[in-house]
């Protein structure tokens, strides 16, 4: 109409939309729900549906309040058109406020509409913030869940936090420290006590007052208080200076006991009653063999 500046009564006039390339006599020249008037205040184009190309229109973004100009409105690495798709909010970067942005959520492959991934009792910020697997309830695979593993102090990220050769999760099922190589302070470490099977929580596990490791070092059985099986435990047979590993030791030192009284070579002294015992199996010995050289 030459009479009329705007024909098509959109709010750009004639003018205007020759000189931009929209139609004259169509409202809304892209068909977006926008009339072109509308986008041209607004700045979109009215010859896309799409202004910034993120794959939501331009009149849905202003529906939801995203910004058509903008492809990331909240700027949390997902496009809009990204959010749309996988039900995230365009306009939070974080939509579960686990500590995560949606952005990194979708490279790392966690879901951005559940706090915890993997379900093990950590968010998955919590997980990312401590270096461990936000899809793996156990980042190290040593048997103990990384919340347990946080909370008592041992490394998520490490099998075996204390280095002696036994796997966190296997200290915890059978109750040694995950911190401490050597548990029950022995001077064995736990790897070893449980090779020997060996209690790793009981420095003394024959009960015959001799350390494990002491019983290692002279070469008597830890689990056997009388290795030598001559009735004198392995404790009182190394204060007596006797062998623990033989039961004839008694007669090879010539062990007498004579009116309470402990004769050993050429010292005499008061018989204790470890030493009484000492004396007595030192005569059955020597009673076994004259009778062994008789027959």
Do not use: F
């Not at 090879?252 to 309470?260: F, P």
Request: charged residues 40%; proline residues 6%.
């Amino acid at each position: 109409d030459p009479l009329d500046t705007d024909s098509d009564d959109d709010g750009m006039t004639d003018g205007d939309e020759h000189a931009n390339g929209t139609d004259p006599l169509d409202t809304d020249s892209d068909d977006d729900g926008v009339t072109d008037g509308d986008e041209d205040t607004q700045g979109t184009n009215p010859l896309s549906g799409d202004s910034d190309d993120d794959g939501v229109g331009d009149n849905q973004e202003l529906l939801d309040g995203t910004d058509p100009l903008d492809t990331d409105s909240d700027d949390d690495g997902m496009t809009d058109g990204d959010e749309q798709d996988n039900g995230t909010d365009p306009l939070d970067t974080d939509s579960d406020d686990d500590g995560m942005t949606d952005g990194d959520e979708d490279l790392d492959g966690t879901d951005p509409l559940d706090t915890d991934s993997d379900d093990d009792g950590l968010d998955d910020g919590e997980e990312d913030a401590a270096g461990t697997d936000p899809l793996s309830g156990d980042s190290d695979e040593d048997g103990y869940g990384d919340l347990d593993e946080l909370n008592d102090g041992t490394d998520p990220l490490d099998p075996d936090s204390d280095d002696d050769g036994v796997a966190d999760g296997v200290e915890i099922d059978v109750g040694t420290d995950p911190l401490n190589p050597d548990s029950d302070d022995d001077g064995l470490t736990d790897l070893e006590e449980l090779d020997a099977g060996i209690d790793p929580m009981d420095p003394d596990s024959d009960d015959d007052g001799l350390h494990d490791a002491d019983e290692v070092a002279h070469g008597t059985d830890p689990l056997d208080p009388d290795t030598d099986g001559d009735g004198i435990d392995d404790n009182t047979e190394l204060d007596n200076g006797t062998d623990p590993l033989s039961g004839l030791d008694g007669g090879d030192q010539a062990v007498d006991v004579i009116d309470g009284y402990y004769t050993g070579g050429c010292a005499t002294t008061p018989a204790t009653p470890s030493a009484i015992w000492l004396g007595l199996a030192g005569l059955i010995g020597l009673l076994r063999r004259s009778r062994k050289e008789e027959n």
